[in-house]
């Protein structure tokens, strides 16, 4: 069998031309995929960047909540229920809502403002710069630097601007794990200053963050909000819905969907009718082998060898380039969103092997009808 695939392999790499359009065909297909499917992880991703920064273990919201970014505010009453329910170690509010702040030179930029607890800080990002006591200070805000940094003027600490003709003073310069998906800076405050400075309607708790006494309260947390009239959400949970709310309710699943497909197809078409081709052109040395001997399933063996080499090959070539490209774009465009993930490998994956599947077949099914004397008398 080793001699066999010895064989299969040379046949297939000394016809440069056909062995090249294979694949090219498999690695531009493998590309294709892998692109749309990481920049989707990489939306997915952003758009539960205040989920993933914050970091709280249980997130307790409006029943009507669909992602992180659509909050709807509750009364203060829900934060002393929580606080007092069995399970919870503690539980503080968050603000999290948009605003327009007016820059030095007089030019006017969207924000997201984060309200923290004013006792804990809980969900404090780390500063690069500053010191996290001086929010408390009058007007302190501490700033994000990420790829919308620039879009507030580069500050640093005692930059000044105006959030709803209130005076803001920059405190502290952060990172954070994730930047946002909408490309607005976002400033971290307290929770009071927040509900302060930003016109709210009456109720302004955006959520409430619960940590858990232990990993086994969480389901009874949950009954205990639920009964409430609320509802509470894992971490993973809550990233999973905003994910959800993407893909089902905007039309972003349905379109990767049809790209995927439409990759899929051009991939299956060029790489299929190449290798096709490339069996019906080798029809009289697959004959000439079983004539000497070879049975059918050393044949098939040697086109799976052929179809499962060219296929990993082009997977790899693929994964490459796209990983390639999406790295010199985000050197170029920091707020780039591609990500490639373990599940968008798979998938690629997956395609390539339906890929070498169906090509092999039909060349299987060609290959097992040939008779040696209808080779030899030609």
Known sequence: MKGILRLAYKLLVNDKSKFTALLLGITFAVFLIMFITSMFSGVLNHASATVINIGASVWVMDPAVKAVFNSVGMPDYVLDAVRSM??????????????????????FQSVTVIGLDDTSLFGRPSLLEGKIEDIYTESGFIVVRDAEFPKLENPHI?????????????????????????????????????????????????????????????PQI?????????????????????????????GGGTNILIMTAISFIVGLSISGQTFYTFILENLERFGALKAIGAK?????????????????????LGVGLCALLIALA????????????????????????????????????????IEPFDIFRG
């Open 86 to 107: 069995q399970g919870v170690k503690y539980a503080v509010p968050l603000y999290s809502g948009g605003a327009l702040v007016k820059l030095p030179d007089g030019t």
């Open 158 to 218: 005692g930059s000044e601007l105006q959030l709803n003709d209130h005076r803001g003073v920059i405190v502290g310069i952060a990172k954070v794990t994730t930047s946002g998906l909408f490309g607005a800076p976002t400033l971290y405050t307290t929770y009071e200053r927040a509900i302060q400075y930003i016109p709210n309607p009456r109720y302004t708790i955006s959520y409430v963050l619960v940590e858990p006494k232990s990993a086994s309260d969480i």
């Open 222 to 250: 949950k009954k205990q909000v639920e009964a409430l009239g609320y509802q509470a959400r894992t971490k993973q949970e809550f990233m999973k819905r905003t994910a959800d709310f993407f893909i089902y309710e905007t």
């Open 296 to 316: 059918s399933r050393d044949l098939v063996g040697m086109i799976l060898f052929q179809a499962t080499f060219t296929a990993f090959t082009g997977y790899g």
């Open 330 to 369: 985000k050197l170029r465009l920091p707020s780039y969103a591609a990500k490639m993930t373990f599940s968008d490998l798979l998938i690629g994956l997956g395609m390539v092997v339906m890929i070498a599947t169906v090509s092999s077949y039909v060349a299987v099914r060609r290959v097992l009808k």
